[in-house]
């Protein structure tokens, strides 16, 4: 489950998200599987907003000269690998995510 998961009207996707759950239906009703699903798009969404906010904080600050450069050896996490950390944290309800306590 992921951001190319994730509601965006696609016709495919209605596919994608019947198979999903067709999956979780094997141990939840289909309506408790499509709300959670959905939660999860919510989820994705803002996990993404979060991150590009975070990206633009750091931008702002390099432009206005109080960031460092970032050093040759570290490159930014391209592969989104933090907002796959994001996203499960949320789906998980963690509190370190914005989750019930």
């Not at 190319?4 to 696609?10: E, H, I, K, M, Q």
């Not at 906010?53 to 490159?75: I, R, S, W």
């Amino acid at each position: 489950m992921g951001m190319s998961n994730a509601d965006r009207g696609a016709p495919l996707w209605k596919e994608k998200r019947d198979t999903w759950v067709s999956v979780c239906d094997d141990c939840h009703s289909p309506r408790f599987a499509r709300e959670n699903l959905q939660a999860m798009d919510e989820a994705c969404k803002d996990a993404g907003l979060k991150y590009t906010e975070t990206f633009k904080v750091a931008e702002n600050l390099q432009l206005d000269g109080m960031g460092e450069p970032m050093p040759k050896d570290l490159h930014p996490d391209w592969a989104g690998e933090h907002v796959w950390s994001l996203k499960i944290g949320a789906y998980h309800d963690g509190p370190g995510y914005g989750g019930a306590q």
